[in-house]
């Protein structure tokens, strides 16, 4: 007689117990998947926003700490055709030159900066005459069209080059006759703003004299400039401690551009993508509590930045 084999196997319930442990396994690892994916995505929103945070402000640090500066002097005399197409009266001006540059977003500072740029070169021969060209010491990089500024401890001219290399012609009659003891340096103006890009987000461009309008960081949506005022200080700007008593926007009443010695900036920055935060987080911008309509991750950057020059 043949013995039976007994069937081997697993029964319902320990298929049942293998299929619950195999299932709480793979939403488990789901679950860090997604959990780490999310971080990985966040964190990486949180560089860029901080990224471009820094290198915005950065940018209009350095132009802020150059405004004003015009070599040895701070007397000023515009030529004609230079101040006809940029004005080069003022160091900096506020939002009051607002919707003169393209898609500009609303409710959102403009600033414009202006001074003389780089190291200036010396004159290898003294002027004669105001209608002389400029004799320098070394070749320059001017171009024909350039606004140039000859300044010494005196005086100094703002004026149109029609030249280049080492001897600078001129379409303007200087003030005049400058000596071996003057320099000249390229005349600059720089204006900031936030516009809407080619994508439709929001940033942060830059347009120097008369070129073309440059997006440098991608993702801001607002910008604020106060004016530091040293109230202590005369209309004229002298016998003040340096030291501003208040910050207000250049629309101010009563507000002396003589008297400006610092310049608070913020910046309201927001990151490319969506969805970064699990829920809609409120900020605070200008001093004013904002609800966003959306998930991103924003972040205000804020500087105070001393002026080094004399604003005129």
């Not at 860090?32 to 209009?60: H, K, M």
């Not at 060209?133 to 070749?139: A, G, R, T, W």
């Not at 604020?224 to 002298?238: P, Q, V, Y």
Request: charged share 20%.
């Amino acid at each position: 007689m043949t013995a039976t084999k007994k069937q081997q196997g697993f029964t319902i319930i320990e298929l049942m117990v293998a299929l619950a442990v195999g299932l709480v396994t793979i939403i488990s690892v789901i679950k860090i998947y997604t959990d780490g994916s999310r971080l990985y995505r966040f964190n990486e929103g949180l560089a860029e926003v901080q990224e471009n945070g820094r290198f915005a402000l950065e940018f209009i640090r350095r132009d802020a700490r150059n405004a004003g500066f015009w070599g040895c002097t701070n007397q000023s005399r515009l030529n004609q055709e230079a101040a006809i197409s940029i004005n080069f009266a003022n160091a900096h001006v506020g939002s009051e030159i607002s919707g003169i540059m393209p898609s500009v977003m609303a409710d959102t500072d403009i600033v414009t900066f202006r001074g003389a740029s780089g190291v200036g070169i010396p004159l290898s021969i003294a002027m004669t005459s105001p209608e002389d060209p400029l004799n320098l010491s070394k070749p320059a990089n001017f171009e024909v069209g350039d606004y140039l500024v000859i300044s010494d401890c005196l005086s100094r001219d703002i004026f149109t080059s029609a030249g280049s290399g080492k001897t600078i012609t001129h379409r303007d009659v200087l003030s005049k006759n400058y000596g071996k003891d003057s320099a000249v340096y390229q005349a600059k103006q720089t204006t900031y703003w936030v516009g809407v890009n080619e994508s439709n987000e929001p940033a942060l461009f830059r347009r120097i004299n008369n070129g073309n309008n440059e997006e440098i960081v991608n993702g801001v949506e607002a910008m604020l400039i106060l004016f530091g005022e040293d109230t202590d200080a005369d209309s004229m700007g002298n016998n003040g401690d340096g030291t501003a008593n208040r910050y207000v926007p250049s629309s101010t009443k009563e507000l002396y551009m003589s008297r400006v010695v610092s310049l608070h900036i913020q910046l309201l920055v927001r990151s490319s993508h969506e969805n970064l935060n699990t829920d809609i987080v409120p900020y605070i911008y200008n001093e004013i509590t904002h609800t966003p309509v959306d998930k991103r991750l924003r972040k205000v950057f804020s500087s105070t930045i001393t002026l080094r020059n004399n604003i005129e």
